[in-house]
T-cell receptor, first 109, second 114 residues
Framework: TQLLEQSPQFLSIQEGENLTVYCNSS?????LQWYRQEPGEGPVLLVT?????EVKKLKRLTFQFGDARKDSSLHITAAQPGDTGLYLC?????????FGTGTSLTVIP | EAGVAQSPRYKIIEKRQSVAFWCNPI?????LYWYQQILGQGPKLLIQ????????DSQLPKDRFSAERLKGVDSTLKIQPAKLEDSAVYLC????????????FGPGTRLTVL
C-alpha cells in the first residue's frame, strides 16, 4: 500500500489568512490530484499536476508538484469561509488512486 | 450528464446484520471504485472494477465483504455480517478510461452499525 501523509491533519484559521497543506510520500506517482470534500458529499477534483516541479493556480489556490513527483503542496491565499472542507491529495499510478490522510480546514468568518 | 448515483444515502443496522449498497456510475465509464471512508480521513480503496472484471481487491475483507459488477455497469457492495468497525461512509467513484484521469464520486452511503 502506498501511503500519502498530509499535514496538518486539522487547521482552523480566520478569514483572510493564508495557509499551506502538505502531501508527502516515499513513492513516485505519474500524477497527483487534489480534491475537496464537503460534508455529506463525495470528493470533487480541484486539480491534477503531472510534471515534476509543476505549479498550477486556480484563483486563490496554488498547487505545486515536487521535483521528484513524490510530494505536493496546496497554498490558499486569503482564505474564505467557502474554503471550509476536507482536502485530500491522491497519488495516481496507471488507473489506481492512493488517497492521503486528509486535512480538515475550517475558516472562521 | 448525470453523476454517479448511490443508494441508500443512510443506513443503520445492528451488528451481525447484512447490508447492501448500490452504485450506478456515469454512463460509459469503464472503471468503478468502491472506497471506505472513516470520518475525517481519506478514502481507502476496497475494490476496483474495469468493466465487469476485478482489477484490485487486495484491501477488501473478503470474509465479510463482497462486490459485483454484473454487465459492467452498476455495482453492489455487500457486508455480511456487519461489525461495529464497519461504520463509515462508502463511496463509489468512476472514471472514463483505463488510465488515471478524473474520478467522479457519488454522494456516498453513511453506514452506522450499532
Amino acid at each position: 500500500t502506498q501511503l500519502l501523509e498530509q499535514s496538518p491533519q486539522f487547521l482552523s484559521i480566520q478569514e483572510g489568512e493564508n495557509l499551506t497543506v502538505y502531501c508527502n510520500s516515499s513513492s513516485v506517482f505519474s500524477s497527483l490530484q487534489w480534491y475537496r470534500q464537503e460534508p455529506g458529499e463525495g470528493p470533487v477534483l480541484l486539480v491534477t499536476v503531472v510534471t515534476g516541479g509543476e505549479v498550477k493556480k486556480l484563483k486563490r489556490l496554488t498547487f505545486q508538484f515536487g521535483d521528484a513527483r513524490k510530494d505536493s503542496s496546496l497554498h490558499i491565499t486569503a482564505a474564505q469561509p467557502g474554503d471550509t472542507g476536507l482536502y485530500l491529495c491522491a497519488g495516481v499510478t496507471g488507473n489506481q488512486f492512493y488517497f492521503g490522510t486528509g486535512t480538515s480546514l475550517t475558516v472562521i468568518p | 450528464e448525470a453523476g454517479v448515483a448511490q443508494s441508500p444515502r443512510y443506513k443503520i443496522i445492528e451488528k451481525r446484520q447484512s447490508v447492501a449498497f448500490w452504485c450506478n456510475p456515469i454512463s460509459g465509464h469503464a472503471t468503478l471504485y468502491w472506497y471506505q471512508q472513516i470520518l475525517g480521513q481519506g478514502p481507502k480503496l476496497l475494490i476496483q472494477f474495469q468493466n465487469n472484471g476485478v482489477v484490485d481487491d487486495s484491501q477488501l475483507p473478503k470474509d465479510r465483504f463482497s462486490a459485483e459488477r454484473l454487465k459492467g455497469v452498476d455495482s453492489t457492495l455487500k457486508i455480511q455480517p456487519a461489525k461495529l468497525e464497519d461504520s463509515a461512509v462508502y463511496l463509489c467513484a468512476s472514471t472514463r478510461g483505463t488510465r488515471g484521469d478524473t474520478q467522479y464520486f457519488g454522494p456516498g452511503t453513511r453506514l452506522t452499525v450499532l
